[in-house]
């Protein structure tokens, strides 16, 4: 069974970083695609960064380009959420997600079959 297991969430000032981490186990991790989604309160589930199971390529919503960075260790099978200059607009349920439905075929609006439980952060202003 595929466990996705997150870290690195907690509390930071505005203009702060942390960095998430997950780590999946239970198959091939390199046959998976993965990303990031978040859940701030009140609000959907939206996709914050993905790459691809290659990762030759990463994909980031508007709202974290040039802060956040996405990265993944096929080796340790880990994949990172590097985030600078934190915002209190990026408090929110942090998910490490992960995608092996559609092999090379897969984007990211086709979305992931895979979850973890979530990791909280909250940026104070």
């Known amino acids: 069974q595929v466990q996705l297991v997150e870290s690195g969430g907690g509390l930071v000032q505005a203009g702060g970083s942390l960095r998430l981490s997950c780590v999946v186990s239970g198959r091939t991790f390199g046959s998976y695609h993965m990303g990031w989604f978040r859940q701030a309160p009140g609000k959907e589930r939206v996709l914050v960064a993905a790459?691809?199971?290659?990762?030759?390529?990463?994909y980031y919503a508007d709202s974290v380009k040039g802060r956040f960075t996405i990265s993944r260790d096929n080796a340790k099978n880990t994949v990172l959420l590097q985030m600078n200059s934190l915002k209190p607009e990026d408090t929110a349920v942090y998910y490490c997600?992960?995608?092996?439905?559609?092999?090379?075929?897969?984007?990211?609006?086709?979305?992931?079959?895979?979850w973890g439980k979530g990791t909280l952060v909250t940026v104070s202003s």
């Open positions: 997600t992960a995608d092996d439905r559609y092999g090379s075929n897969w984007l990211p609006e086709y979305g992931m079959n895979l």
């Open positions: 790459i691809r199971r290659s990762g030759g390529s990463t």
